[in-house]
């Protein structure tokens, strides 16, 4: 079992960058590819971006490219998502994610965190 904690979030000004941690606990971090997800008020959870096990491959959603960046580090059990240049339609909840297999789907996910709150003002 995974247990999987999001740190990071906040308010920030259209133009801003924060940088997202997910922590992970209780399995092997190294055995897992991470992903980001983000649901915004009313919508459907949507895929940001996703990491392979060794951080070798990185795959974003379109409207990501150029301004998130998504690394992880091994040694500390953690995922990163450096977020810039945001902008108002990048406001939601920021969920972090555990699978097995290199995916853009959510449901191939199989441990998920609590979420980080994101708003970005315009």
């Known amino acids: 079992q995974v247990q999987l904690v999001e740190s990071g979030g906040g308010l920030v000004q259209a133009g801003g960058s924060l940088r997202l941690s997910c922590v992970a606990s209780?399995?092997?971090?190294?055995?897992?590819?991470m992903g980001w997800f983000r649901q915004a008020p009313g919508k459907d959870r949507e895929f940001v971006a996703s990491?392979?096990?060794?951080?070798?491959?990185?795959a974003y959603v379109d409207s990501a490219k150029g301004r998130f960046v998504c690394s992880r580090d091994n040694a500390e059990n953690t995922v990163y998502l450096q977020m810039n240049s945001l902008k108002p339609e990048d406001t939601g909840v920021y969920y972090c994610?555990?699978?097995?297999?290199?995916?853009?789907?959510?449901?191939?996910?199989?441990?998920w965190g609590q979420g980080t709150q994101v708003t970005v003002s315009s």
């Open positions: 994610a555990a699978a097995r297999v290199l995916s853009r789907i959510d449901s191939d996910y199989n441990y």
């Open positions: 209780g399995g092997s971090f190294g055995s897992y590819v």
């Open positions: 990491i392979n096990r060794s951080g070798s491959y990185i």
